[in-house]
């Protein structure tokens, strides 16, 4: 028998079954949103076998990226523009994980957003929402900052909804060769337009390009290394040194890409990977969780159990 994923919802009594439930509840309440549960006890499945069903027929096109909304037939899904084009198109970690992707770039490449805006764009449940957003965190496709609620003399008093950035999940490369050898005086470069950076010793400048030495050669751009120390102009440091080691401690040894970065680009940076299946290395320039095949893993008998892994459902 074929694999599902190659056969046609036409010739699947159970995509079927979805789909006619979805119609019918189209129809009668179009307004309030079914939950995987409710459509399973409709159809007779349950509820890992509907998200199966519901994403093979969103796969060929059946039903919308909600998962939900019947389409026309020859109507196809229809195109999402910008972020959400290229998050429709990415290998998240699980069929949740990509709603949230989905739903969080209808604000953009980045915006600002609280749990319970994404649940309800999502379409799913607040505790969902709370669970997958750590799977997308650990695959380096969203970054969230907390924006913290302050007073004049610095008492925190709350929060506001947390600020994220889509992420490619695709590591710079570390530099070689001239860049490498160029790193330095890029370094100095970096470290005179901190406009905080004064009346620092000539050794405290020399350890401070060191210190972004060391992040440009780990692959971090000079722009994004200037943002991060300097993104005050209001800043200011009794002793600089120390408050710039401290910046630069916070940030990720590795520089992970911007989605708007790469999607911007006709060809993506190529970067090492591991199988998500067999744990093969091999070089790719997807994003996101990637097979050693492509769209599959070449060696599924020499599958690798790691810890807290997600759970990769291949369609």
């Known amino acids: 028998m074929a694999p599902h994923r190659d056969i046609s919802p036409d010739h699947c009594e159970n995509c079927r079954r979805v789909f006619a439930a979805l119609e019918d509840h189209q129809l009668a309440d179009p307004e309030t949103w079914l939950t995987t549960t409710e459509i399973g006890k409709v159809v007779g499945l349950k509820k890992r076998a509907t998200q199966d069903h519901l994403a093979h027929l969103f796969a060929k096109g059946r039903i919308d990226v909600d998962r939900r909304t019947p389409l026309r037939r020859g109507v196809g899904q229809p195109p999402l523009p910008g972020a959400q084009e290229w998050a429709a198109a990415i290998l998240a970690p699980d069929p949740t994980c990509a709603k949230c992707l989905i739903a969080l770039a209808g604000w953009g490449w980045q915006g600002q957003v609280s749990e319970d805006e994404l649940a309800r764009a999502a379409g799913i449940s607040l505790r969902s929402v709370q669970r997958h957003r750590a799977h997308l965190i650990r695959a380096d496709l969203v970054v969230f900052r907390p924006v913290v609620l302050q007073t004049d003399d610095g008492r925190n008093i709350g929060r506001r909804p947390d600020r ?33 950076f004064v009346g620092a010793t000539d050794e405290t400048r020399m350890n401070a390009i060191k210190s972004v030495t060391w992040c440009l050669r780990n692959g971090w751009p000079e722009g994004a290394l200037l943002q991060a120390l300097d993104a005050t102009e209001n800043r200011t440091a009794y002793n600089p040194g120390g408050y710039l080691s401290r910046l630069l401690s916070k940030l990720p ?26 744990d093969t290395p091999f070089k790719t320039r997807t994003p996101g969780i990637v097979f050693c095949g492509g769209t599959r893993c070449l060696n599924p008998d020499e599958a690798v159990m790691r810890p807290n892994a997600p759970v990769v459902k291949i369609a």
Request: glycine share 4%.
């Open 164 to 196: 994220f950035t889509l992420m490619s999940g695709i590591t710079a490369p570390r530099l070689d060769g001239a860049a490498w050898d160029e790193a330095p005086a890029v370094a100095a470069r970096v470290i005179d337009r901190v406009r905080w």
């Open 253 to 278: 040894t590795e520089y992970v890409v911007p989605a708007r970065d790469v999607a911007h680009r006709e060809v993506a940076p190529e970067r090492m990977a591991d199988c998500a299946i067999c």
